[in-house]
């Protein structure tokens, strides 16, 4: 049994003179949560159609399971489910009714329903049209949906887009207990890193279409040396005197948070100096290890967007 879950080597695909797609090399181990990060439309989910041979790459590879996706592609895409996008539901049949249509075309027994609506905790809403579902009732019924063939891996694109915070909550839990409990792999992919960060075990980063990391949180942290976090009213006017001087330094989101690539207490005092002798209000400094948000910044170069 292969320890490797998803394998590509120099994924690419292009769309006339763009590049989405450039020489990807993804390994997802067996039993993880792989969050697959980047700004939206950077990629992401033309590497997600790659995978389940919705589209061809124009160079590379893809290998599930150990075995290569154009050469056994009905039999590989057996073992895993996907939800991508909206789940495709009936809204007029009910939570279980949508799993028998499902079950049917399939080929599945029919315990497999009542397993699946336990694994999502719609047990008691099953009988219900699913019309009167919430936002997050939806996204579970679509995951039970992908979970009906006992799939080993399960391919997520954006899980949590349109749910409230207890929504959120909910699928959060799920994706933590699949591989735990249910032995399912989970590839994820989202742009809402503060999410990703509490569920998965590893991580990519793409940008532009090109894989900037790959690794566990761990292994990121090791690369980030130590940062100065600054709390300044002109984050702006901060950043560029700061780059001006010679440092890296990063403007977190909408707020007043300034992230700096810098040598530990003596840098921290001559930034410190360099604002206030220029004007600019400071209101927090500290040290600390960079979060995976300042990372991601650090590695997509401050895009908000790309290819």
Known sequence: MSATIIQTTELTRRFGNLTAVDRLALHVPRGSVYGFLGPNGTGKTTTIRMLLGLIRPNKGEVRLFGEALQKSRRVLLRRLGALVEDPSVYPNLTGR????????????????????????????????????????????????????????LLIL????????????????????????????????????????????????????????????????????????????DQPEKAKHLLEGAGWTAHKNGGGHRVTVAANGRSDAAMISAQLVRAGVNLFHLSLEQPTLEDIFMMLTNDAEGGR
Not at 102 to 127: H, K, M, N
């Open 97 to 152: 009714e949508n799993l028998e249509v499902t079950r049917r075309l399939t080929g599945g027994s029919r315990s497999q329903i009542d397993r699946v609506l336990g694994i999502v905790r719609l047990d008691d809403a099953a009988d219900r049209r699913v019309r009167g579902y919430s936002n997050g009732m939806r996204q579970r019924l679509g995951l039970a949906l992908a979970l009906l063939g006992e799939p080993e």
């Open 157 to 232: 694109d954006e899980p949590t887009n349109g749910l409230d915070p207890s929504g959120i909550q909910e699928m959060r839990d799920l994706i933590v207990r699949l591989p735990e409990e249910f032995g399912v792999t989970v590839f994820l992919s989202s742009h809402l890193l503060a999410e990703v960060e509490q569920v998965a075990s590893h991580f990519g980063i793409i940008q532009e279409g090109s894989l900037r990391f790959q690794g566990t949180l761990e292994d990121l942290h090791a690369q980030m040396e130590e940062q100065v976090v600054l709390g300044v």
